[in-house]
């Protein structure tokens, strides 16, 4: 079979498609035939080294969407599937066309939900509903800050938001998409680079919620936040590292909460994949490539021009 690999760690090019064979399901797996896979930042901190991979050559690619192989474990052949944990299954990550992946990893993809929206939905609503929900305990009528709001995340987090009714207030460093944020459903947008975001959180006596994907700006995060708010640290797009002033903290009695990207379950993935289904939310594609491609892809999401997801499709 096909997978785009890399066996170094470096630049995009040193993604390259190759020629490795077949995974074999064991009794507890499922064969996949995999047709649409995404991007994530992820994929390049592990592409650059800056996140090491435990052992090279190496295939990336969380999420897979396909069709399963042959029937197993309660699965038909057939039948479409996604799985959010491809990068742990016996053949690699979905940049693989097939993949053996525990049973217990893989969600029906329902009528009417394309692979590449199933992939482009996954982990980026799922984790948004964890952030907003779950863990952030969202209210109706609360307020919510959305940092990296032009992402996979935060563009799904928006419409989730919204459909609770909660006011949103979204992040971005350009203008220029500004206006596909409005459409989402955010009620005021930020552009970081001009405005302080805690100052104009302080405009509507700050924020009840935040879902923080930079990491750098937990600082400003904490600044936001009305009293007795609450911070959910999804990511860190912008460093692993934040400096706060404790102080503050303390006195605003902010919760700090942590589940991070990977705490998402089977559950909530099927739960968002049926919002999708019924057209309450949609995630936000920004490209769709072949395989092939991916290292474009990977430069794509790199240069942060992008509102969305990558998909990447097997032929």
């Not at 650059?48 to 435990?54: A, I, K, Y």
């Not at 097939?98 to 199933?118: K, N, T, W």
Request: glycine content about 10%; charged content about 20%.
């Amino acid at each position: 079979m096909k997978a785009v690999q890399f066996s170094r760690y470096g630049e995009p090019e040193v993604l390259q498609m190759v020629e490795v064979p077949d995974p074999t399901a064991t009794p507890e797996e499922v064969l996949v035939d995999v047709k649409a896979t995404t991007v994530n930042h992820l994929d390049l901190f592990q592409r650059d080294g800056s996140r090491p991979v435990p052992a090279l050559p190496f295939t990336p690619g969380l999420e897979a969407a396909g069709i399963v192989v042959e029937e197993s474990q309660g699965f038909h052949a057939g039948e479409r599937v996604l799985t959010t944990r491809a990068t742990s299954a016996r053949g690699g990550g979905g940049y693989a066309s097939r993949i053996a992946v525990a049973a217990q990893d893989l969600v029906r993809i329902p009528d009417g939900v394309s692979f590449e929206q199933a992939a482009a939905t996954g982990l980026t609503a799922s984790t948004a509903w964890t952030g907003l929900f779950d863990v952030g305990q969202l209210r109706e009528g609360e307020r919510v800050l959305i940092w990296g709001a032009t992402s996979g995340v935060g563009s799904i987090a928006i419409q989730l938001a919204k459909q609770a009714g909660a006011w949103v207030m979204a992040t971005t460093g350009r203008d220029d998409k500004a206006d596909v944020l409005r459409k989402l459903g955010a009620d005021m947008i930020v552009n970081y680079n001009q405005q302080s975001v805690a100052e104009a959180a302080r405009t509507v006596n700050g924020v009840n919620l935040v879902l923080e994907l930079v990491g750098s700006t937990l600082q400003d995060s904490l600044n936001a936040c009305a009293p007795d708010g609450r911070v959910v640290l999804i990511g860190n797009l912008g460093g692993q590292k934040a400096t706060v002033d404790t102080q503050s903290w303390r006195l605003k009695r902010v919760n700090v909460l942590g589940p991070g990207i990977m705490h998402t379950t089977p559950a909530n993935e099927e739960h968002v994949l049926g919002l999708v289904a019924k057209k309450i939310v949609q995630p936000v594609i920004a490209a769709t490539l072949p395989v092939e491609q991916a290292s474009e892809a990977h430069r794509k999401l790199a240069k942060h021009a992008i509102v969305g997801k990558i998909v990447l499709v097997h032929g």
